[in-house]
Structures are given as structure tokens and as C-alpha cells.
């Protein structure tokens, strides 16, 4: 089954810009939304898409919120989601399966990237193996998408504000409670930091894409515009010159023309006048032509004829000398056969008469 239309998720129109020109290029209809909420409404009002590419990182509700909001639908849940993140990894694209996500495109994509993921979705489909998404908890799944890598913490773990470490009937700390350590405290800080301005520099880079792309969109479009005034001012004023300077040449023409028509149109109007119909000589005529035709036509008839039976004697010559060749040749062969049976029958009796006088011979001498 071919992938023929898709949805595109991103707040960045450049971003969207690149990928439906990718799309487009393999024969598919696109649609685009900004957001995830849009995406969410066009799902609702729309048929649905054969894929949906979603952004990770938006504003709003997020790439990773979205999904579980699709997937939570029975009627949308079948759509294959593949996630357009700069982040790719095996752990990162291990947790993107299990939430839903059918696969990983790093952005920016590229036509190679591209192409792999949209033929073996295609043959995904085609033979029914698209992968089930497994249910973890959603809290728990979303924080493991936006967990930071070095933040070691158990997943189960829990932190204590009192730096003081409560201790188990055994006299050990209990495994699932962290200490709130400064130096935890400044890894937390490190990760919320860094969050914040990874976020905040996608949100800036996107919005300076958008405006570059906006401005260079406007400024082709003017530039377009012009040319197609100047092309169109260029085209009028030749249009234009062309016209003043062939119109005298026209009427010349014209009136040339409709000179030598007049003047033709009269003579043959004279000469049909004075042959008007068929006259006796011109029957007479016609009557001749015909019998020299049908004269021609019988002697030509009368040649072929001749002609046919020449051919037909010739064959039937060459056919009997080639029966009576054949026939000589075979009574010649049956006779040397059967000159050969008689001298090899003399030949026998010879010998035996030939063996019979031996063995009287050889009785007398006995």
C-alpha cells in the first residue's frame, strides 16, 4: 500500500516549508498544522492521514502530549506518528516505540532519511506488521522522554529535604530515597536550566526562520510580481509597435489580394460561359477514350491468361520429369537388390555343393 498524503505538526513554517517539498516530491498530498491543538482539530473534522509527522518540541502542548492524545483515540490510534527530533538515540528511540511512535526523522530531514522510513512503512502496512504501542503510564513515560541523561536517579526513587538519612530495621538506608544533596540540588538546577533554554533557543531559532522565511517569501513574491509587470509592460509596448508598423503592410496586401482574386474569379467565369456542359465532340471523345481503355484492358486480360498457361505447362513438365527421374531411381535400386540376392543364393549352393563333394571326397579316401 503506498503512503500518499500526510500531516505535518510544526510551529516552524520553515521546518514545514523543508519537509512538504520533500513529500511533494514523491507524488504525495500534504496538509500542514502549526500546532499540536490544530492538529489535533483537523484530525476531528478531516479524513485521516496515511502518516502524521510530528514535532517533538513545541509550544503549547508538545510533540510527546500529542501523541498520547492521538493514541488514546480508538479512532485515530492506527495512524503511523513519526517524531521529527534533533535528538536520536537508541535509548530515546526505544522510549518513542513504546509510546506510539513508529519511527525517528532527525531534523533537518533528508531526501535518503526520508525515503527509508516512508518504504518500510509502506511495507509495513502493506503486509499488516505496523508495531503495537505498548501502555506504560503516561506520567511515567513523558518524564522518560525529557529526562535528562545525567541525572542518575531511579526511576522510583524519591528525595528527602533533611539531610538526614532514616535508616532501615537492618541499620541501612532505604535504597528508593535519595538525599537532597547540594550536589543533587545542582544537577537538578543544571537540567531545569538547561530545559528551559533549549526550549527557549528552539523558540527563538523558529521564530528567526519564520521571519527570514516570511521576508524572503515576500520579497520573491515582489520580485515575481515586477518581473511579470516589466514582462508584461515589454510584451504590450512590442504588441503594440508591431501593429503600427504592419498595418499599412496589411492593407497593401489586402487590397493586392483582392485585386488578383477579382481579376481570376472574372476569367473563370468567362471560360465556364463559353464551356458550358458537355458538347457532341466532347462526348465523342470520351466514348474513344473508353474503348481504347477497355481494348488495352482485354489485351492485357488476354496476356496474363497466356502468360498463366505457360507457367502452368512449365510446372507440370518439371513435375513429371522429376516423377519419372524418381521412378527410374527406384526400379534401379530394386534391381541392384535383387541382383545382389541371386549372387549371394549362387554363392550358397556353390558353397555346399562345394562342402558335399569335400566330404565324398574325403569319404573315398577314407
Known sequence: MAIKNALLV??????????????????????????AEEALDFLKSHDRPDVIFMDHLMPGMNGVEATKAIKGNPETSGIPIIMC??????????????????????????????????????????????????APAAENTEAQFFKDDFLNIPEDASVEMSPKIEHGLNGHSSPNVVPLTSDLIEQIARSAVKTHINNRLHELLSSLFDEQFDHLKRALDENRSKQDGAIDDR???????????????????????????????????????????????????????????????TEFWQTLQSEAIQQAHDISRETAEDIAHRTIDLYVSQQRSANSRLYTLGLAISLGIFSVGIAWLSGLVG
Open 10 to 35: 510544526d510551529d516552524s513554517k520553515v521546518a514545514r516549508f523543508a519537509l512538504s517539498k520533500l513529500l511533494e516530491g514523491r507524488n504525495m498530498e500534504v496538509n500542514m498544522a502549526g500546532s
Open 235 to 297: 510584451l504590450n509596448a512590442f504588441s503594440k509597435l508591431l501593429d503600427d508598423r504592419t498595418r499599412n503592410l496589411r492593407d497593401d496586401v489586402a487590397a493586392e489580394v483582392n485585386l488578383n482574386l477579382g481579376r481570376e474569379l472574372a476569367s473563370l467565369k468567362k471560360d465556364l460561359s463559353k464551356n458550358a456542359g458537355f458538347t457532341a465532340e466532347h462526348m465523342a471523345e470520351l466514348k474513344d477514350h473508353i474503348t481504347s481503355v477497355q481494348t488495352i484492358d
Open 85 to 134: 527530533t534533533s535528538k536520536k538515540s537508541s535509548s530515546f528511540t526505544e522510549e518513542a516505540r513504546n509510546f506510539g511512535v513508529y519511527n525517528i526523522l532527525t531534523k533537518p530531514p533528508h531526501t535518503d532519511g526520508l525515503g527509508l522510513v516512508l518504504d518500510q512503512l509502506a511495507n509495513d502496512v502493506a503486509q499488516g506488521t505496523l508495531p503495537e504501542a505498548f
